[in-house]
Antibody, heavy 114, light 106 residues
Framework: EVQLVESGGGLVQPGGSLRLSCTASGFTFSNYWMNWVRQAPGKGLEWVGKINQDGSKKYYVDSVKGRFTISRDNARNSLYLQMNNLRAEDTAVYYC???????WGQGTLVTVSS | DIQMTQSPSSLSASVGDRVTITCRAS??????LGWYQQKPGKAPKRLIY???SLQSGVPSRFSGSGSGTEFTLTISSLQPEDFATYYCLQYNNYLTFGQGTRLEIK
């Protein structure tokens, strides 16, 4: 059974940092592009960024460029999202996703507030 | 960047009704489009991929059509469990979601 399990969310002050993790199981993680998608409370879905299979290619939505970094560790079947200089508008549930297969984690909530 | 315009933003319907949701892409995306259903507090669930392919395990009352810039999701006969929010997602060039359609009980 395919599973994607996010962790690392929580409450952080504006300007702070947080690192999210996503642990994959049930499939060959190293074969897949991985994405982060977020959803602000009561709002729609927004793609955050993606990383290719070996981590050599990364792409981000403009609103997080220079602040967020996606990485992966294929030996640990893990995907990461390092979030720096967080803003109130980054408050959201963050999901890790494989698009072509349609696999989603359950999400982890990040709240940026003083 | 590719923009996705989804309509309507909300829809009231009754059990047994046939409903259609539309997404328009700002440029051609071939058939690189999926449809998702989301219920409160849950992750989105994919219903349709490649514009018209039914995800395994999804009831056949759900169908998708279209190619290029115009796409539709049709639910042929609404069931109580179908009341939810629906999103389209283009994956031709990065990812872009539609704004969502909230399907409510009339």
């Amino acid at each position: 059974e395919v599973q994607l399990v996010e962790s690392g969310g929580g409450l952080v002050q504006p300007g702070g940092s947080l690192r999210l993790s996503c642990t994959a199981s049930g499939f060959t993680f190293s074969n897949y592009w991985m994405n982060w998608v977020r959803q602000a409370p009561g709002k729609g879905l927004e793609w955050v960024g993606k990383i290719n299979q070996d981590g050599s290619k990364k792409y981000y939505v403009d609103s997080v460029k220079g602040r967020f970094t996606i990485s992966r560790d294929n030996a640990r079947n893990s995907l990461y999202l390092q979030m720096n200089n967080l803003r109130a508008e980054d408050t959201a549930v963050y999901y890790c996703v494989t698009v072509l297969e349609g696999w989603w984690g359950q999400g982890t909530l990040v709240t940026v507030s003083s | 960047d590719i923009q996705m315009t989804q309509s309507p933003s909300s829809l009231s319907a009754s059990v047994g009704d046939r409903v259609t949701i539309t997404c328009r892409a700002s440029q051609g995306i071939r058939n690189d489009l999926g449809w998702y259903q989301q219920k409160p507090g849950k992750a989105p669930k994919r219903l349709i991929y490649a514009a018209s392919s039914l995800q395994s395990g999804v009831p056949s009352r759900f169908s998708g059509s279209g190619s290029g810039t115009e796409f539709t999701l049709t639910i042929s006969s609404l069931q109580p469990e179908d009341f939810a929010t629906y999103y389209c997602l283009q994956y031709n060039n990065y990812l872009t979601f539609g704004q969502g359609t909230r399907l409510e009980i009339k």
